[in-house]
């Protein structure tokens, strides 16, 4: 059943002066509340003509700069990203019954951020990051496991280096849109939109 948690944020005269504080404090809470992974939200980006595509990654770090995911940096998003560096982002917490949209610039994450984010990761997620050639054709299944293998006997012994051609991104946002769904469809929106060194917070009509 939906909850409707944010009453009180109707009666609060001022909101967290900083959108990655309360980002980071409702990412926290829903880590536990929420049935599934709470960490997952839809990247949209857009190739070089402006059309869109979206699709799901994982949420691994709010700082104080932006929000982190990790992929492929071949990839089809990875192109649009190249050819056009803005993306949105949009969380869903079905049972909180909040949403969170991101939208702004994007940057590559250092190589330092990649390589310590890459070394918490399973072995055999490190091993599938190189075996996959993400977003181009794939022959076979047999294809991709025959890559897995050979992947395997080149690190054999080793530890697994992350490949050049894998890291993260950080969306720095121009807008933080935070909703939390009330009775009626009489939501509250919060958004937070840069504002100098700032943010400017406003509420819109739902
Ligand atoms: C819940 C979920 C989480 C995902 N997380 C990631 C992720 O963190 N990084 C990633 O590269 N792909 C992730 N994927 C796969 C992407 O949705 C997508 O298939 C892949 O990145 C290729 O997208 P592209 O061809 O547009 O580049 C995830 C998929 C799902 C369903």
Redesign the pocket.
Known sequence: MTQFHHEHRFTMITEPTDPFVLARELLEQRQTTEPT?AT?MTLA?ADASGRP?A????L?GIDDRGFV????YE????M?LAANPFAALCIHWAKAAEQIRVEGRIERVSDAESDAYFETRGRGSQIGAWASR??APLPSREALLDRVREIERRFEGRPVPRPEFWGGYRVVPERVEFWYGQENRLHDRVVYVRHGDGWRVERLYP
Do not use: P
């Open positions: 992974d997952a980006t595509s699709r799901m990654v994982l691994k995911f990790f992929t492929n990839s089809r998003k990875s649009d993400q977003s």
